[in-house]
């Protein structure tokens, strides 16, 4: 975690700043509207994931977009109310909203794996680097049919991306949440290496 004597922000502005973006970024989207559609707990089907790509299995896409653009508005909501109070103070809210989508404490700290909400983090920081994402992710899954490989190179570009375009304290953030969202797929990653990871458009 970024240190925060280093910043330009209080230990106590920091300390809110993680914990509200954390307690923004742990609500279960997917959970709750498969729910409410009365399609069960998501966390019994396919992966056990709570986010976009899981729901996805249920065969509903509309609830599937829906949590997409819900857990990638926990990450901008965050960082753009947090803003108020500085770039630093955003960047902070932007971690504890990824960190709160991936270990959620209301699950247990088994949630989503965090690319929606990092897409929404990114976009409120710099609509650049989400625009380096989209380009890089658009290419490798053109070429490989491999969601799951699109994401990982795309979080693996963007920080040094984003690094070399001069913003140092968001490659910060950035090289954080990448190798947070790279341990969330280790799963994928043992799949990918095998041959067994599904691709785009894949039956069943």
Aim: with cysteine.
């Amino acid at each position: 975690m970024p240190d925060p004597m280093s910043w330009q922000l209080s230990l106590p502005l920091f300390l809110g700043a993680l914990a509200f973006g954390y307690l923004l970024g742990s609500i279960p989207f997917g959970l709750l509207l498969t729910r409410m559609a009365g399609l069960g707990d998501i966390r019994s089907i396919g992966s056990g994931n709570i986010g976009a790509t899981n729901v996805l299995r249920t065969g509903n896409k509309g609830l599937a977009a829906a949590t997409l653009i819900l857990d990638a508005l926990k990450g901008l909501a965050a960082v753009l109310i947090a803003k108020t109070y500085g770039l630093d103070a955003a960047i902070i809210a932007g971690l504890g909203a990824f960190v709160g989508h991936c270990f959620p404490v209301w699950l247990k700290f088994r949630g989503g794996k965090g690319i929606s909400t990092y897409l929404g983090v990114l976009l409120a920081l710099l609509p650049l680097g989400c625009a380096i994402f989209a380009v890089v992710w658009l290419a490798t899954a053109f070429l490989s049919r491999y969601s799951s490989l699109a994401a990982l190179v795309a979080v693996i570009v963007v920080p040094v991306a984003v690094f070399l375009l001069g913003h140092a304290h968001i490659a910060q953030l950035l090289t954080l949440m990448s190798a947070i969202a790279i341990f969330k797929h280790r799963a994928n990653i043992a799949r990918l290496v095998s041959g067994e990871e599904s691709r785009i458009g894949d039956k069943g």
